[in-house]
């Protein structure tokens, strides 16, 4: 056990190294440098700032300083915001990503696996063909389309909500956000749930324990439910994929100053902070899927942890 | 003829493949969801490729005297700020979605299946090697690396192409090398490599037919996860460069005007929406009819 925790540290620490090495040499290549195109400061300036930032020294001695300083999990400072360094950049943009995202996340989950029960327990009926519509609409609606909608009808047109939030996030102006980022995943989920519940009633020992004469709740909670839980358990990594790459249409539409909108501004001559956002984003889905594995074996005494290494 | 589709007998259920493959397609006919989003897909098709020549305007040239119009007889779905025609753009969109979608997963079913190809059948520490670094990628946001791409090379269609079929292969190349490993064992490859065929031969004529319908089902999943991110690259402003259009651009375009001009959502958020839709439904009908666990 401990053992294989030690190997995937090992392998995590690899990727996160072949990535920050992926994104320092594809920023290099965006033209620009961390001055205003338009109007170029003095030649002397110039190479001060340049020195600052390493920009006067062949570029493998500035991937070997990069790589050195993120070795020590500084990111370096930033080429818009001179004197920040972008770690602080990151910790102020995160929170509101964060509150947004674990929002989303609940609500793909708790409204999710219920609906996914609840269709596969009415199979075929309208409850289920209603449920289904509602999942494939779901999955099939792109985020930027549903949160422009949501916008418009319920701030628009009804005044429900409001958008801009600058002070700290208010919770009923974060459910407009957190519907659009988790959408789709709660219409994933809801199919998912019901896919793999309605093959789990048909198991052998679900028939056993109708058969003994055991209530339909102990039936579909302790004999099925957990069961049927697993495939969703694997389908958490992705699910944290989408939340973190939902995060830059999201926070775009409704004015949420998080990461994802740092992000996309950065994009275009920042090189420090895109570097930094990958890195960050990439450690947080890694550790995630990790954990998910992990749970997974616990989950699933079928599997040992370990044992699964070489798939 | 059906011989040569049929060289071999499936290990489990001692069919030969071609029989199979039929009961796969007849399944699939059966299946009324996914005869409708072939209809739509059609419909939809049809309207992108001739649409623009029956529609008298143009997506690109506006008419400033003319924006911001509401819907009406003339303009069905309104203009935008600088008086184009909403209907014309959206049409153009339909068909950069679809071209996209289709160049972009044919890109990576080509990569995925050389390096899924190249690593099943080598095997071995290369195999090793390859796969690891499949893994590595695996498991990080790939839209990032989309989006990098597209800041470096420049908006444009022709590099939407690029961003997005060089880096989303990576399920494509798993699922060609687990086929490959498993068709590689057969009898008749070890009959043609017997014979003394060279590998390439054998990997071409041999091995990579095999994996076609595999290779099918999941690249035409591909296709509309490809038209999506086309879409979100457009509508974050790193896509398809103005003045042409795009469905993603056209919804970020009316986000400006969303209060005033809300028509101007209608008929991007439409298409695109009916397009991932009728994609789902063939993606579903083609998983449930080509996966036999899945069948009922």
């Known amino acids: 056990m401990l053992r294989y925790l030690l190997s995937r540290v090992l392998q995590c620490l690899v990727t996160l190294w072949v990535i920050a090495t992926a994104v320092f040499f594809l920023a290099k290549l965006i033209p620009g440098g961390p001055y205003d195109p338009d109007k170029l400061p003095p030649k002397e300036i110039r190479e001060k700032i340049d020195a600052y930032y390493h920009l006067n020294r062949p570029v493998a001695a500035q991937y070997l300083y990069c790589m050195g300083r993120l070795a020590r999990l500084d990111l370096g400072p930033s080429y818009r915001y001179l004197d920040q360094p972008v770690q602080r950049l990151i910790a102020r943009h995160f929170p509101p990503s964060a509150v947004l995202g674990l929002l989303a996340l609940t609500i793909a989950l708790a409204l999710g696996v219920p609906l996914g029960v609840y269709a596969a327990l009415r199979q075929n009926r309208l409850g289920d063909w209603g449920t289904l519509a509602l999942a494939i609409v779901g999955v099939s609606v792109p985020n930027f389309v549903l949160g422009t909608v949501l916008l418009y009808v319920f701030v628009y047109r009804l005044g429900w909500a409001d958008i801009g939030i600058v002070e700290g996030p208010r919770l009923p102006d974060l459910v407009l956000p957190a519907l659009t980022l988790g959408g789709f995943s709660l219409a994933f989920v809801t199919r998912m749930t019901r896919a793999s519940m309605i093959e789990v009633l048909r198991q052998d020992y679900v028939r056993t324990a109708r058969a003994k004469g055991l209530p339909q709740a102990r039936v579909v909670w302790l004999h099925s439910f957990r069961n049927a839980m697993l495939p969703v358990l694997t389908y958490l990594g992705p699910l944290a994929a989408a939340l973190l790459t939902g995060s830059f249409v999201v926070e775009h539409i409704f004015h949420i100053p998080g990461l994802g909108e740092f992000f996309v501004q950065s994009i275009e001559d920042d090189p420090p902070a895109i570097l930094g956002v990958a890195l960050f984003y990439s450690t947080l889905l890694i550790v995630f899927n990790l954990a998910v594995d992990l749970l997974y074996g616990f989950a699933d005494p079928r599997i040992s942890i370990g044992a699964q290494e070489r798939k | ?296």
Do not use: C
């Not at chain 2, 090398?177 to 065929?197: F, H, I, N, P």
């Open chain 2, 1 to 296: 003829m059906a011989n040569e589709m049929g060289q071999g007998n499936d290990q489990r259920t001692g069919e030969p493949p071609a029989f199979r493959r039929s009961k796969a397609w007849r399944h699939l006919r059966r299946n009324r969801g996914a005869m409708a989003g072939v209809v739509l897909l059609g419909l939809m098709a049809a309207a992108a490729l001739v649409g623009p020549f029956l529609w008298p305007f143009d997506y690109a040239g506006g008419n400033l005297a003319q924006q911001f119009l509401a819907p009406g007889r003339v303009h069905w779905l309104g203009t935008d700020e600088f008086g184009r025609d909403q209907l014309a753009r959206v049409l153009y969109g339909l068909r950069v979605s679809l071209i996209v979608g289709l160049v972009a997963a044919a890109i990576n079913v080509a990569i995925g299946s050389l390096y899924g190809g190249v690593a099943g059948y080598v095997g071995g520490k290369t195999d090793d090697v390859m796969m690891r670094l499949v893994e590595v990628f695996y498991g990080i946001p790939l839209l990032l690396f989309v989006m990098l791409l597209m800041t470096v090379l420049g908006r444009g269609l022709l590099n939407v192409f690029v961003a997005i079929g060089l880096v989303y292969w990576l399920g494509m190349a798993r699922i060609v090398r687990g086929q490959v490993l498993t068709l590689k064992e057969r009898d008749y490859v070890e009959a043609a490599r017997t014979l003394g065929a060279s590998p390439a031969r054998i990997i071409l004529r041999h091995v990579l037919p095999n994996t076609l319908g595999v290779v099918i089902v999941a690249g035409t999943l591909r296709i509309p996860e490809a038209i999506f991110i086309e879409a979100f690259l457009s509508f974050v402003g790193l896509g398809i460069a103005e003045p042409r259009a795009s469905l993603g651009s056209l919804v970020a375009g009316s986000l400006g005007n969303l209060e005033a001009q809300p028509w101007l959502l209608l008929g991007p958020s439409l298409a695109i929406s009916l397009l991932m839709l009728a994609f789902n439904f063939v993606g579903d009908g083609l998983r449930d009819a080509f996966d036999p666990q899945m069948r009922a």
